[in-house]
């Protein structure tokens, strides 16, 4: 939505935007033009509220201005709109080439060779999609002085190639983050075992980011190594990594074939070597959704039932206010497995705090009925287990009287 002055006129950053679309539309002075893409680029609100028509104008500028200098501050300024527009690039670029593979090919190709740094972004980018082996182009943009390229360059390598890994090794230790990401998904992509001998090093190295982003990208490698690999991360100094390392794990076992949930819980819970409670913790963190970082919906169901098997190595009272909380959950599947395992904890105040829930007047409908249910549970055991006792007693005490009043 417009922004306006009281006085109705259109603020300063609104009027900027329109200048510049307007710039683009009809000025043919290179450098106005540049300067009107530049500000499209900008994060201001009037970019937001009006950014279908920012990116399409910079996307028509790339095809179709005569300039390169203004058509390459145009990439720049996509890029900054987001990551996803210049994919939105590429498609437009496929769009106006086809149905000749060979000339998208053959432009991409020469885009990787650009003197400007945004031609050969957009160059690596596509050739993820659309190259069908690795070419020198390709090989070269993995050494290239502009990270974004290198990223999308390392990125389209480990698609292409299927073999050699040894372009990867230096950009592991690459200044920007993005680019490290990118080799190690490019060594998940290869999944040789020298690609996995390669990741393994990297669950040991120093280097924490490292290796919290090889932990990150080790589930989609469907290996049991993967699974030993994200163990060993479990056990990492850094809590983060432990983070990470666990969302893996259990996106692994979730989605993959490799390993079952049974196996990933009986090793968890019978190795003396984990820390139970900080595993715990990070548990209640994923299916709380706080830094859960690359977990799904199926993440979060499959830790509150990994939470609930912590019954076995977790003090019951520490697992109590977790197990509660999950019972708030928008997700049923969430908060009905929480339900289920809250009857088998041995804690002294499980009754009070359910009847707190139940009598919270914030609590939605759906809580406080799996708390009221929880807790007419908990009595119905009681009452039976009264029972039993009295059974026994009478027995006991009245064996005759007991026998002829239960025969039948």
Request: glycine share 4%.
């Amino acid at each position: 939505m417009t922004t306006r002055d009281p006085d109705g006129t259109q603020t300063n950053s609104d009027s900027a935007v329109s200048q510049a679309l307007s710039t683009l539309e009809g000025d043919t002075n290179p450098q106005a033009r540049r300067r009107a893409v530049e500000a499209l680029g900008s994060p201001s609100q009037s970019v937001r509220d009006n950014r279908q028509r920012v990116v399409d104008t910079l996307i028509d500028t790339v095809l179709s201005d005569s300039n390169d200098e203004v058509r390459a501050e145009a990439i720049n300024s996509l890029y900054f709109q987001g990551d996803q527009y210049i994919e939105d690039l590429v498609t437009e670029i496929v769009d106006t080439t086809r149905p000749d593979a060979g000339a998208v090919r053959d432009t991409f190709a020469e885009w990787l060779t650009n003197s400007h740094s945004e031609f050969r972004m957009v160059g690596a980018t596509a050739m993820a999609s659309f190259a069908e082996e690795v070419t020198p182009e390709l090989e070269s943009a993995l050494t290239d002085d502009d990270p974004r390229v290198q990223a999308r360059a390392v990125r389209a390598y480990g698609t292409l190639n299927s073999e050699s890994i040894e372009p990867i090794r230096p950009l592991l230790a690459a200044p920007d983050s993005h680019v490290r990401h990118a080799a190690v998904s490019a060594l998940t992509n290869i999944g040789t075992p020298d690609a996995i001998e390669m990741l393994s090093s990297l669950v040991k190295t120093s280097d924490e980011q490292l290796r919290r982003i090889a932990a990150k990208q080790l589930f989609r490698l469907d290996r049991k190594q993967s699974a030993r690999l994200l163990f060993s991360s479990l056990r990492d100094r850094s809590e983060r990594v432990q983070r990470t390392a666990m969302i893996s794990l259990i996106r692994l076992f979730a989605e993959g074939q490799s390993v079952a949930p049974g196996e990933v819980s009986e090793y968890v819970l019978t190795t003396d070597t984990f820390d139970h409670a900080v595993l715990a913790e990070i548990l209640h963190a994923i299916v709380s959704g706080d830094h859960a970082e690359h977990a799904t919906a199926d993440t979060e169901r499959y830790a509150i039932w990994l939470l609930g098997e912590f019954t076995e190595r977790v003090d019951d009272e520490t697992l109590l206010p977790w197990l509660i909380e999950a019972l708030h959950h928008p997700d049923h599947l969430v908060a009905d497995t929480a339900a289920a395992y809250l009857p088998q904890l041995d804690a002294p105040t499980l009754e009070k705090e359910l009847q707190m829930l139940i009598s919270d007047g914030d609590a939605s409908a759906e809580a406080a009925e799996r708390a009221q249910r929880i807790l007419d549970k908990l009595r119905q055991s009681t009452a039976d287990a009264i029972e039993e006792r009295a059974i026994e007693y009478t027995y006991l005490r009245y064996p005759s009287d007991y026998t002829r009043k239960y025969s039948s």
